[in-house]
């Protein structure tokens, strides 16, 4: 059993975003349940309407803390998936706020959920049509 300090410590700096920390990079393709289609970031637009190796669907998933919070980009327009204050995605040029870093969960079907930091109780989903 950690300490309840150390436990603190490691809920404070997963808190902030980490500037020390060499960044874990990943590539890869987003799945939408949902729509049945991968996520693609097209300039401002954020979608779950390509298929399988659209040049737009490639992501870029950088670590954000040394939690689970990243960063997601699209490795073709360079936005980052934010989400506003109403709760839609939108892309930016830039990914340093809070609204577009999100929480990985991996849930128990294997799927990952993706929360966003700044709006807690909010994910990234998508309708049918993406």
Known sequence: QPSPN?????????????????RQ??????????????????GRSITATAEDGN???KLVVE?????SRVRIKGAESEKYICMSKRGKLVGKPHG?????????????NNYTA???????GWYMA???RG
């Open 25 to 42: 990079v990943r590539e890869y393709q987003l799945y939408s349940r949902t729509s049945g289609k991968h996520v693609q970031v097209h």
């Open 63 to 67: 670590t954000d803390t040394f939690g």
């Open 126 to 128: 998508f309708t049918r």
């Open 114 to 120: 993706f929360r966003n930091a700044r709006y807690e």
């Open 96 to 108: 340093k706020s809070k609204d577009c870093v999100f929480t990985e969960i991996v849930l128990e």
């Open 55 to 57: 040049k737009f669907a």
């Open 6 to 22: 150390f436990n603190q410590y490691v809920r404070d700096q997963g808190a902030v975003s980490d500037q020390l920390s060499r």
